[in-house]
Nanobody, 124 residues
Framework: QVQLVESGGGLVQAGASLRLSCVASGRSFSPVSMGWFRQAPGKEREFVASIVWSGGSTFYANSVKGRFTISRDNAKNTVALQMNSLKAEDTAVYYC?????????????????WGQGTQVTVSS
């Protein structure tokens, strides 16, 4: 079983930056991809960004392209999300995820493990 623990959420003003981190553990940890989803109140969980664990290819939702950057450290089993130029509409609970698929990882059905989530609130 894989455990994912996020950190780095908080309350910031619009235009500011935040960095989220996720540490993975577990004997069965061997994902194809890791990434981030988010869920705002009253909305469905949506894909934000992902990275292929072995090759490093990255994928982003159109809404965050150019503002967010995902990275990984294979040796430390960590994935990070650098969020710049934050907007009020980025406010959500952000979930770390690990699973199968590369470009298909954006489908939550391909996520095998979820973190507990970390709140990001952007005030306008």
């Amino acid at each position: 079983q894989v455990q994912l623990v996020e950190s780095g959420g908080g309350l910031v003003q619009a235009g500011a930056s935040l960095r989220l981190s996720c540490v993975a553990s577990g004997r069965s940890f061997s994902p194809v991809s890791m990434g981030w989803f988010r869920q705002a109140p009253g909305k469905e969980r949506e894909f934000v960004a992902s990275i292929v664990w072995s090759g490093g290819s990255t994928f982003y939702a159109n809404s965050v392209k150019g503002r967010f950057t995902i990275s990984r450290d294979n040796a430390k089993n960590t994935v990070a999300l650098q969020m710049n130029s934050l907007k009020a509409e980025d406010t959500a609970v952000y979930y770390c995820a690990a699973g199968v698929g590369t470009h298909t990882f954006s489908n939550p059905r391909n996520v095998g493990s979820w973190g507990q989530g970390t709140q990001v609130t952007v005030s306008s």
